[in-house]
């Protein structure tokens, strides 16, 4: 007996050491499609190949967006308010774009396929903005300066120029949600490290994001300012190459997760379900319609466990006795994770909701924090400061604000709420809506002293540009909390079925914060110029009233967000069945067991 007892011990331990080597194995390539095969997959190496690349391509956009505004008046010759709505409407489209890229890469694509094919969109959009500008619209050499005036562009140089800046808007918005998430993905979930490795390569994504734009805010806004945009132009479509390379680098080895299909008939199927037993009551959870194992009807997607949130929903996966009589029809019975899956994203929209009017704050940034600085004191004895380079002091604070966030926020938050995290993602988000609405309180300060020092008749007040640092500090410190908290909250959120989807409404938020900052742009100065007056925002700064403008974004936020703890108090968290992982190591183990033992 004793024999048989220590026999029966080696089988299991040498069955337990079989499970860790197959588990191996499994983290590398389970939910893949490779183009080849791997020895080893993800890790830290791979994302951060993944960071490098944001970086460069971040360099590559802000290279161009960063001083749009002032490319727009002064070589396309455009209005100020014309201008910052056409920037507001590009930079709007670029975050819309967004969605397509998170469409295509959880429903056919993949991560992998998705993200590449972007970006050679994005390469071929600076390619032909270099192209544009070189031989049709920077005439003559040098000008664009703020003191030499362009020719009158030709309408195909025009054409080529807004055709150019729409396919970057394209590219670098279907890139930059579908990164994140790959670069995520190279952290297999059955880790127990991988919760603490994914909150990291979140805040380091944010981190590469502004090292990029920091070089293009200093070094390429220097040279662009100063009448030399096509030099700024290749140099952004040199760095999109080098990302693009470094790119497919590490094709053989990323860790890949197959798409799971088109989520939008998923989501229909259950509000379509749900209507035809509107008059059934709801089954309990235990009777629910749930497929049999342990992974889900979803391809690629793990369980997720029943919530109490939008019961009538759960009509859908109410088993009636019209569904016994048939093969199953989706469109007629769904599984509780199917159902889960709609309630996820119907939970997480009003959350997003309330971010975009933060993403009105930010949109400031890159259009009338320009022109305000653009008509302010900036010389440092013979050296003249672009008004776009301002945007450095907001890069700083990002960076410095992370560190500050991770080594001190993050140690006294856990001590006093005893969560790992420290702050929660809501709780992040809260804390930059009220960062963000100081910010516009000290823009509107600037402003207010600004046109206390303009002399008559001068175009420039004679207030130092560096009374803009706090402004762009604030927001940089706001970022912090809010769109990492965002990146963080709404991937970590979102069903395995439409991850990049989660990462895109960050995106999206940015996007509808463009339009809604042009929209407020044209509604104020539509009212504010009715009986004659020049408006807040006229095309000379210095005869408006941008004060009020930024005042009335702070009251906003304010309102929003009261609107926000409301929604946050309300909101429940998605639960996945964590217990997968162990069901599926015992079958392996008992599998591996039955062939030891025959």
């Known amino acids: 007996m004793d024999a048989i007892e220590h026999s029966t011990d080696e089988i299991e331990k040498k069955a337990d050491e079989e499970i860790i080597s197959f588990g191996k194995i499994e983290s590398g390539n389970e939910n893949q499609h490779s183009p080849g095969k791997r020895k080893k997959c993800g890790g830290w190496e791979l994302a951060s190949l993944l960071l490098v690349n944001q970086g460069l391509a971040t360099l590559a956009f802000f290279g161009v967006g960063v001083n749009l505004v002032l490319f727009l008046t002064r070589v396309l010759d455009q209005d100020s308010a014309v201008a910052a709505n056409n920037v507001s409407k590009w930079t709007g489209t670029v975050y819309l774009c967004s969605l397509i890229g998170a469409f295509l890469s959880d429903s056919y694509w993949g991560r992998y396929f998705t993200c590449a094919i972007f970006q050679l969109i994005l390469v071929l959009g600076l390619g032909l903005l270099s192209f544009a500008s070189w031989f049709f619209l920077i005439s003559p050499t040098g000008c664009g300066d703020g003191m030499k005036l362009c020719n009158t562009p030709s309408s195909v140089g025009v054409v080529m120029f807004y055709l150019s800046i729409y396919l970057i808007a394209l590219g670098y918005g279907g890139h930059q949600p579908t990164v994140a998430t790959l670069g995520a993905d190279q952290f297999d979930d059955s880790n127990p490290n991988a919760v603490i ?61 197959k798409a799971s299909g088109n989520p939008l008939p998923r989501v229909a199927q259950v509000f379509v379900a749900a ?14 319609y749930e497929v049999e194992g342990t992974e889900s009807a979803i391809k690629g997607s793990r369980k997720i466990l029943h919530s109490n949130d939008f019961k009538f929903l759960d009509k859908a996966a109410t ?55 653009d008509v302010m004191a900036s010389k440092l004895k013979n050296f003249r400061i672009p008004a776009a380079s301002m945007s450095a002091f907001d890069i700083c604070s990002v960076l410095i604000w992370t560190g500050v966030y991770r080594h001190v926020v993050v140690p006294v938050s856990r001590s006093l709420t005893g969560n790992p995290k420290g702050l929660t993602e809501m709780q992040r988000m809260g804390t930059g809506l009220i960062i963000g609405m100081i910010a516009m309180v000290a823009a509107g300060v600037t402003e207010i002293q600004r046109l206390k020092s303009v002399s008559p008749g001068s175009k ?39 991850k990049s989807f989660g990462s895109s409404l960050c995106m999206a938020s940015m996007s509808l914060g463009n339009y809604v900052s042009s929209l407020l742009i044209n509604i104020v100065m539509e009212v504010t ?52 992982n162990v069901i599926q190591s015992e079958e392996q183990r008992k599998e591996v067991l039955a062939s030891l033992m025959s």
């Open 197 to 257: 490795s994914k909150a990291a390569f979140f805040s380091s994504f944010y981190f590469a994001l502004n090292v990029g734009s920091l070089f293009s805010n200093t070094i390429l806004v220097y040279y662009e300012d100063s009448g030399k945009w096509t030099l700024g132009f290749l140099v952004s479509f040199g760095a999109a190459i080098i990302a693009l390379l470094l790119y497919f680098s590490g094709t053989s080895r990323y860790r890949y997760v």
């Open 275 to 288: 209507y035809r037993k509107w008059g059934v009551t709801p089954a309990t959870v235990d009777a629910l």
């Open 319 to 373: 088993i009636t006795s019209m569904d016994l009589r048939g093969p199953n029809n989706p469109w007629k019975l769904c599984t509780v994770t199917q159902v889960e899956e709609a309630k996820c994203v119907l939970k997480m929209l009003p959350i997003w909701l309330c971010t975009i009017i933060y993403s009105v704050i930010f949109t400031q940034m890159a259009s009338l924090f320009v022109e305000q600085g």
């Open 460 to 498: 420039k007040s004679s207030l130092s540009i560096f009374w803009q640092v706090p402004q762009y500090v604030l927001v940089g410190a706001s970022e912090v909390f809010m769109y990492v908290g965002q990146l963080e909250f709404f991937n970590g959120q979102a069903p395995d079925g439409i």
């Open 529 to 580: 110029t009715r009986d004659g007056g020049p408006g807040w925002i006229p095309d000379d700064l210095n005869d408006g009233r941008m004060d009020r403008f930024y005042f009335l974004i702070a009251g906003l936020t304010a309102v929003d967000f009261i609107i926000y703890v409301y929604c946050a108090k309300w909101y429940n968290g998605i639960n996945l069945d964590t217990s997968e």
